[in-house]
């Protein structure tokens, strides 16, 4: 229930400011957007021509989950610090296992949802942009574990990545900057699929899911360590 109501008031504070709103809804419809031109430049291929369009299209979706929690997570702390609100909640009974987290949620809830959503409407954009609709086997269960596997630990790494730096900086700039950092590990399967331009493999899929898992467990733990409410309010002050 804490960790709930910690989500919930993260997010009526967070969404409240405009640029981190429309940035939020407007990179997944960029993303959706050029996914969907990319499919229908290949509109008149043959279905076999057309498949390695869709692995690069589809990579769009990868991308989203990465990208979004990085922003939302590096906010969290080291905005609230300087927006001044960052001490009431420290002064709360929630653990520092609870903030961390729950303010780690905050950031991946959102980019899921918008990721899973505008897939969603790809589809059925492509659905009537391609006279065949979309081609046999690329939809396969490795991009289906992809996009609803792994993309949830990757953004929880972002996430996680992201919090661990906003936690330790007293700069939001520096912060955004170092957050950056995040996207590089977790950006890997993009790089290969992009490389490869053919079926994305289920063996890599499930050997980039156990070191996410193993990443995703690291940076728990390293980031309760170092989220220490009373280090972070003397040393900001």
Same mark, same amino acid.
């Given at each position: 229930?804490?960790?709930?109501?910690?989500?919930?008031?993260?997010?009526?504070?967070?969404?409240?400011?405009?640029?981190?709103?429309?940035?939020?809804?407007?990179?997944?419809?960029?993303?959706?957007?050029?996914?969907?031109?990319?499919?229908?430049?290949?509109?008149?291929?043959?279905?076999?021509?057309?498949?390695?369009?869709?692995?690069?299209?589809?990579?769009?979706?990868?991308?989203?989950?990465?990208?979004?929690?990085?922003?939302?997570?590096?906010?969290?702390?080291?905005?609230?610090?300087?927006?001044?609100?960052?001490?009431?909640? #420290?002064?709360?009974? !929630? /653990?520092?296992?609870? @903030?961390?987290?729950?303010?780690? &949620?905050? %950031?991946?809830?959102? *980019?899921? $949802?918008?990721?899973?959503?505008?897939?969603?409407?790809?589809?059925?954009?492509?659905?009537?942009?391609?006279?065949?609709?979309?081609?046999?086997?690329?939809?396969? #269960?490795?991009?289906? !574990? /992809?996009?609803?596997? @792994?993309?949830?630990?990757?953004? &929880?790494? %972002?996430?996680?990545? *992201?919090? $661990?730096?906003?936690?330790?900086?007293?700069?939001?700039?520096?912060?955004?900057?170092?957050?950056?950092?995040?996207?590089?590990?977790?950006?890997?399967?993009?790089?290969?699929?992009?490389?490869?331009?053919?079926?994305?493999?289920?063996?890599?899929?499930? &050997?980039?899911?156990?070191?996410?898992?193993? $990443?995703?467990?690291?940076?728990?733990?390293?980031?309760?360590?170092?989220?220490?409410?009373?280090?972070?309010?003397?040393?900001?002050?």
């Amino acid at each position: 229930m804490r960790l709930r109501a910690l989500i919930l008031k993260e997010w009526a504070e967070l969404f409240r400011i405009k640029m981190v709103l429309y940035g939020c809804l407007f990179l997944p419809l960029f993303m959706a957007g050029m996914a969907g031109f990319l499919v229908w430049q290949g509109r008149n291929l043959p279905p076999e021509a057309q498949a390695p369009l869709f692995n690069a299209a589809l990579l769009y979706f990868l991308i989203l989950p990465v990208m979004i929690p990085v922003t939302l997570a590096v906010y969290s702390v080291v905005g609230e610090k300087e927006q001044g609100t960052l001490e009431p909640l #420290l002064a709360t009974p !929630l /653990s520092d296992l609870e @903030l961390f987290l729950g303010k780690s &949620l905050v %950031a991946v809830i959102p *980019a899921l $949802l918008l990721t899973w959503a505008v897939f969603g409407l790809f589809l059925l954009a492509v659905s009537f942009l391609l006279p065949g609709g979309i081609p046999e086997g690329v939809l396969g #269960l490795p991009w289906l !574990l /992809s996009l609803f596997g @792994l993309s949830p630990l990757m953004a &929880l790494f %972002a996430a996680l990545v *992201a919090m $661990l730096i906003s936690s330790r900086a007293s700069d939001s700039r520096a912060a955004y900057q170092f957050a950056g950092l995040a996207v590089v590990p977790a950006l890997v399967p993009i790089l290969i699929y992009s490389v490869r331009l053919t079926a994305v493999d289920l063996r890599f899929v499930i &050997l980039e899911g156990g070191a996410l898992l193993a $990443l995703n467990a690291a940076l728990l733990y390293l980031g309760i360590r170092a989220f220490r409410r009373e280090d972070i309010l003397i040393r900001w002050k």
